[in-house]
């Protein structure tokens, strides 16, 4: 067996890619405010986080992208993503509000909010999230993959981000990964034997985000994981920070 450090915290700067913030209509979460959310990410050694508010998709996007930026206030270690619904949101003041609260990312709940993710459904929102260079979330279990190929084959210069990657899922993911360059992975539940490295060898480093699924998940499992997997350090920065950054438009 080898040897586990049990006081492990990351030396290189970390933007989490997958953080909600605020509470959930169907159970307790370990934390639902932004200050608390601070000092476990203080003490786990987490930089920023991207958050959206669990509200928007469990009930009213309007509302819960509202509340999100209240929560945040502002905060440079918050940046905050919002969630709309193609299927009963304005697209136009959804567009509009988001570039005026200077938001980077859009993520779309399509089983929550009970509409297909169809070309004909979403084709207008796609078309001016690529002209206003905003990125587009997806959690896997909200969307089936055959209608991620089908949607993303016709928007190549969309930046897609698949979060909540489980083992499960690895029998087609590589195929959707290789057929879509477009696409990248966050990988707060990819946890298989050796994934870092079968991520990095099979599509490149580039399209490998860090993201935890804080808090029905810890920080820090997915980030020790990184650190012993082998990789180089350059490519555990790309992993932690660099390539989120670049997703969202060069940030730093």
């Given at each position: 067996?080898?040897?586990?450090?049990?006081?492990?915290?990351?030396?290189?700067?970390?933007?989490?890619?997958?953080?909600?913030?605020?509470?959930?209509?169907?159970?307790?979460?370990?934390?639902?405010?932004?200050?608390?959310?601070?000092?476990?990410?203080?003490?786990?050694?987490?930089?920023?986080?991207?958050?959206?508010?669990?509200?928007?998709?469990?009930?009213?996007?309007?509302?819960?992208?509202?509340i999100l930026i209240?929560?945040?206030?502002?905060?440079?270690?918050?940046?905050?993503?919002?969630?709309?619904?193609?299927?009963?949101?304005?697209?136009?003041?959804?567009?509009?509000?988001?570039?005026?609260?200077?938001?980077?990312?859009?993520?779309?709940?399509?089983?929550?909010?009970k509409y297909p993710?169809?070309?004909?459904?979403?084709?207008?929102?796609?078309?001016?999230?690529?002209?206003?260079?905003?990125?587009?979330?997806?959690?896997?279990?909200?969307?089936?993959?055959?209608?991620?190929?089908?949607?993303?084959?016709?928007?190549?210069?969309?930046?897609?981000?698949?979060?909540?990657?489980?083992?499960?899922?690895?029998?087609?993911?590589?195929?959707?990964?290789?057929?879509?360059?477009?696409?990248?992975?966050?990988?707060?539940?990819?946890?298989?034997?050796?994934?870092?490295?079968?991520?990095?060898?099979?599509?490149?480093?580039?399209?490998?985000?860090?993201?935890?699924?804080?808090?029905?998940?810890?920080?820090?499992?997915?980030?020790?994981?990184?650190?012993?997997?082998?990789?180089?350090?350059?490519?555990?920065?790309?992993?932690?920070?660099?390539?989120?950054?670049?997703?969202?438009?060069?940030?730093?």
């Amino acid at each position: 067996m080898g040897q586990i450090e049990t006081n492990f915290k990351p030396v290189f700067p970390v933007f989490d890619a997958n953080v909600a913030l605020g509470r959930k209509h169907s159970q307790r979460v370990l934390v639902d405010n932004a200050p608390d959310l601070l000092k476990y990410m203080n003490k786990s050694g987490i930089d920023r986080s991207l958050v959206y508010s669990p509200h928007s998709v469990n009930f009213d996007s309007i509302d819960g992208n509202s509340i999100l930026i209240e929560s945040i206030n502002g905060n440079n270690a918050l940046m905050p993503q919002f969630v709309w619904s193609p299927g009963i949101d304005n697209m136009q003041n959804a567009i509009d509000t988001t570039l005026k609260h200077n938001v980077k990312s859009i993520r779309f709940a399509p089983l929550s909010h009970k509409y297909p993710f169809k070309k004909w459904m979403v084709d207008s929102w796609l078309d001016s999230m690529v002209n206003n260079s905003i990125s587009l979330f997806i959690s896997i279990e909200e969307v089936d993959p055959d209608d991620i190929f089908e949607v993303f084959k016709e928007y190549p210069n969309i930046k897609v981000v698949l979060t909540e990657i489980h083992y499960r899922h690895y029998p087609w993911l590589m195929h959707l990964l290789k057929s879509l360059p477009n696409i990248n992975i966050e990988i707060s539940r990819f946890v298989i034997a050796d994934g870092m490295n079968i991520l990095v060898n099979q599509i490149g480093v580039d399209r490998v985000l860090y993201g935890s699924r804080f808090p029905d998940s810890p920080f820090s499992p997915q980030l020790y994981s990184l650190y012993f997997s082998g990789l180089k350090d350059d490519d555990i920065k790309k992993i932690t920070s660099t390539n989120l950054e670049n997703l969202l438009g060069g940030i730093n």
